[in-house]
């Protein structure tokens, strides 16, 4: 395991200027992530060396790297050592959860833009996908989710105004789709088809992603009892997202 040597202040800084020291190993840890050098799941230094490095004490060099585990860039294994985290956005694959709360639990700062929002004509395409006859009348939405003003998801989404008829009036400026459906109707049951695809137009230019570039597809459908609900097709950017799913084995 390497690690760089030397002094981190500034050259001709006083003594009144230097930052605390626990702040100059994390901004050193930091660079080292940022840049690449440590990527993820590569294992930093222990504690032990970076204090030696550094000539401070272990506890401020665990005081470093501790802050950095609760800011979501380093995770520990007990035992073992203290890991790059991957900072790639996560929902679980398996539940419907409210993408404003995610990001939140992560310590960060939800927003969303409201692009459409408006009563449709149903296609063969989005009547079969919605159960419904073809020329039925249909909620049409469609938002981007940001975590710290970085798009994350592009979410187009057809509802049945039969089931939630004043979708068209909710304030989506305080509240996600998904906080508007569960109100009107709790959700029993979801099929997801997850997929792989390169970005359309108005995919990289709501994303904020090149033209082709690698996205995540969720396509969900959502049931309250024997009622379809929704449909929501999502576009996530392939190197800032990832769904996670667990499984319980019987007799675990």
């Known amino acids: 395991m390497t690690l760089i040597t030397g002094s981190c202040l500034p050259q001709g ?15 050193y840890l930091l660079e080292r992530i940022q840049s690449g050098d440590f990527p993820v799941d590569h294992q930093i230094p222990p504690e032990e060396m970076l204090a030696a490095t550094f000539g401070v004490s272990r506890m ?9 585990v ?5 995770w520990r294994q007990s035992g073992i050592g203290t890991f790059v985290a991957d900072r790639r956005s ?4 398996v539940e419907i959860n409210n993408i404003a709360d995610e990001v939140r639990d992560r310590g960060h700062t939800y927003s969303s833009r409201l692009i459409v929002l408006e009563s449709v004509v149903a296609d063969d395409e989005i009547a079969m ?14 938002l981007v989710h940001l975590e710290d003003g970085m ?4 979410e187009i989404r057809y509802v049945n105004p039969r089931w939630v008829p004043e979708y068209l009036n909710a304030d989506f400026h305080h509240q996600t789709p998904n906080e508007i459906l569960v109100a009107a109707c709790p959700i029993s049951d979801m099929e997801h088809i997850v997929e792989a695809v390169l970005s359309d137009p108005m995919t990289s230019h709501y994303l904020d992603v090149d033209a082709n570039a690698p996205c ?37």
């Open 13 to 27: 800084a006083g003594v009144n200027r230097q930052p605390p020291r626990y702040q100059i190993i994390k901004q």
């Open 60 to 68: 401020t060099a665990n005081k470093a790297i501790r802050d950095l």
């Open 70 to 74: 609760q800011e979501g860039y380093l």
């Open 90 to 93: 996560e929902s679980p694959l």
């Open 129 to 142: 996908r919605m159960g419904v006859k073809v020329g039925s009348s249909l909620f049409h939405s469609r």
């Open 151 to 154: 798009p994350i998801q592009l």
């Open 216 to 252: 995540l597809s969720v396509r969900r459908r959502t049931w309250s009892k024997d009622r379809l609900i929704s449909y929501a097709h999502l576009l996530h950017p392939g190197d800032r997202y990832k769904l996670r799913s667990m499984a319980h084995t019987p007799g675990r």
